[in-house]
């Protein structure tokens, strides 16, 4: 029967994917990936040979038609991202909303995703938050903070090592200097950090620290 599944895999320890994502990326016909390179060292630790097609945001839009008329054809697909869940700053809603269109079945499985435990780290509120993702780099950018910053839940966000420091001032002009963030990085790896404290006093952290890997950012909501 034909069918995508969307699975996520680790954002960094190896061992943060589930026994049935395992079983599935064994059973499926193809592999959908956003970097093969990438995939193929997490396939190879668990053994898994299977056929891996590219599928990223460069890509994605070129190759969605063959994708469909393979999966109508009888094939089971499998999409990946580099790391996390499919679709969550990562290539995939296109790719399920035409599914949807075509009638194609669509299981998404549960697994790793970022904000999660930076969210929950963070110790800021959980029942009431909102997503951000990457702010924009240049048009829309200072407009998307204005507005953010009468937002009274949590806010989350994604950023690069090289673009944190100008973020994290631009929190400091458009938020406040005392606005209370956490910042998470190498998430689930050795040298995992959650930093906290006020915007400034992060400001002034990483000034004088190194920077790198993969980071989510975490801002308490405006208070009334």
Known sequence: MSKLYLIPTPIGNLED????????????????AEDTRTSSKLLKHYEI????????????????????????????MALISDAGTPAISDPGFLLV?????????????PGATAFVPALVNSGFPCDKFIFEGFLPH????????????EETRTIIFYESPHRLLKTLKQFAE???????????????KIHEENIRGTVVELVNYYETHTLKGEIVIIVDGAKN
């Not at 299977?50 to 393979?70: F, G, M, W």
């Open 49 to 76: 040979n299977k056929k891996l097609v590219a599928h990223h945001q460069h890509n994605e839009h070129k190759t969605l038609d063959r994708i469909i008329d393979s999966i109508k054809s009888g094939e089971v």
């Open 138 to 149: 240049k048009k829309g950018r200072q407009t998307r903070l204005k507005l953010l910053a």
């Open 97 to 109: 909303r035409e599914c949807i269109k075509n009638d194609i079945e669509i299981e998404c499985l």
């Open 174 to 188: 458009y938020f406040g200097e005392e606005r209370q963030a956490s910042v998470s990085r190498e998430l689930t």
């Open 17 to 32: 994917i589930t026994l049935r994502a395992l079983r599935i990326l064994k059973e499926v016909d193809v592999i959908l």
